[in-house]
């Protein structure tokens, strides 16, 4: 029931050859990054379901074992296809290529891809990849747009790899959207602006709530430029910051999964993660049978304290069974187990009386 991140797999041989798909103009791609929680699929959706005319392709990156992220895009499967097994930045690079191609390949139809990389991924070996020659007939990468949790951004604080973590992500990007404006005050939004502003220059931040960004900013712009890569490596030359890969990223970070047939209460559910949740547990989110609402499968997204649970479809031919993933540093596995075995159905019963369900 639980692992840690996975461990690097051993790539196959590299490519010589370009990769050319013939009579085709390399596809632009835009890349999606952002901290655990920050909205990266939220936008993915928002992109899906807009008005741009472009038929578009996805890649989706998840952490942990169980790619929850694949349950929770609107309804693009045929175009969509996931990355599981390790982190899209480092160990499965290669799996990104030959993923790209199959995408590419699957379908004539494709003209634009979006690749939503995990909230732990370290955009330099994506940009690298990007970058390579061997590829660039295949792809072209349009623009880079980073997601950041303005409530969330300083959760952890004092995690020097963390906050590293989060700049890298920042530093690399062309855009950044700064999210959940909905949920700080106009102070709080002054603070994360300056903490960027200090560490990185000259960026371009888009306030938003629920990724409400207009489409013609977020795709086919052309902004992505080499020459930003790599002032961002003289910048962080200058000021030694330097991760010197992503394995010290990876490091700080345990994955978490559980699964079971039983149904939750959702309040308590709710409660206990309001109440209990560690702090270190960064993200959590999943798909939840539960005894409020048997028919049909529940979204649980927990981002810090913070719970949404959605309705999604009906269970139909599936067997109900919940499956929850969560991410964060140093937490003791069994105890998590522990709380949220104490939100199921029949252990709540056993406390209190049943209680309605709270879709808020
Ligand atoms: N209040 C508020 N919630 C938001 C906003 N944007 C996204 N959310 C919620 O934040 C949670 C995380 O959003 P996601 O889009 O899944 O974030 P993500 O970056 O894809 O997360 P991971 O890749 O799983 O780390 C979900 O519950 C969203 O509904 C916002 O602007 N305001």
């Not at 799996?95 to 191609?101: A, P, Q």
């Not at 973590?165 to 530093?171: D, H, M, P, T, Y």
């Not at 499956?323 to 209190?352: C, P, W, Y």
């Amino acid at each position: 029931m639980t692992e840690h991140l996975a461990p690097p797999i051993l790539a196959p041989a590299p490519r010589t050859e370009p990769l050319v798909i013939p009579g085709r103009d390399p596809v632009p791609v835009t890349l999606l990054t952002g901290f655990l929680g920050a909205g990266k699929t939220t936008l993915l959706n928002r992109i899906l379901n807009g008005q741009h005319g472009l038929r578009v392709g996805v890649l989706v990156n998840d952490f942990g074992a169980i790619n929850i992220d694949a349950e929770l895009i609107d309804g693009i499967e045929e175009n969509t296809i996931n990355l599981t097994n390790g982190c899209v930045c480092c160990e499965i690079r290669d799996d990104l290529v030959n993923s790209l191609e199959q995408l590419l390949t699957r379908t004539e139809t494709i003209d634009y891809v979006i690749l939503e990389a995990s909230g732990v991924a370290d955009p330099e070996g994506i940009v690298m990849t990007f970058l390579d020659q061997r590829y660039e007939k295949l792809l072209r990468l349009d623009s880079i747009t980073c997601l950041v949790d303005a409530e969330g951004i300083f959760a952890d604080g004092d995690n020097e790899a963390l906050n590293m973590l989060k700049l890298r992500q920042i530093g690399f990007a062309d855009l950044v959207v700064l999210n959940k404006v909905d949920l700080i005050g106009a102070e709080h939004l002054e603070v994360v602006k300056e903490w960027i502003n200090h560490h990185l220059h000259r960026i371009r931040i888009i306030d938003a709530t629920r990724c409400d960004v207009p489409l013609e900013v977020l795709l086919a712009v052309g902004r992505f430029d080499p020459a930003h890569v790599v002032a961002q490596y003289k910048r962080e030359g200058e000021n030694q910051e330097h991760l010197h890969g992503h394995g010290t990223v990876g490091n700080i970070f345990n994955t978490w999964s559980y699964e079971t047939d039983r149904p939750f209460s959702l309040e308590a559910l709710r409660e206990m993660v309001r109440r209990e949740l560690p702090a270190s547990i960064y993200r959590c989110k999943g798909v939840v049978f539960a005894a409020d609402s048997p028919d049909k499968r529940i979204a649980l997204q927990i981002v810090g304290r913070r719970t949404e649970i959605a309705e999604l479809d009906a269970w139909g031919d599936r067997t109900p069974r919940t499956q929850i993933v969560a991410i964060g540093s140093s937490f003791d596995r069994q105890e998590l187990t522990n709380k949220f075995d104490a939100s199921l159905a029949h252990a709540e019963a056993q406390m209190h009386p049943s209680s309605g369900i709270d879709y808020s």
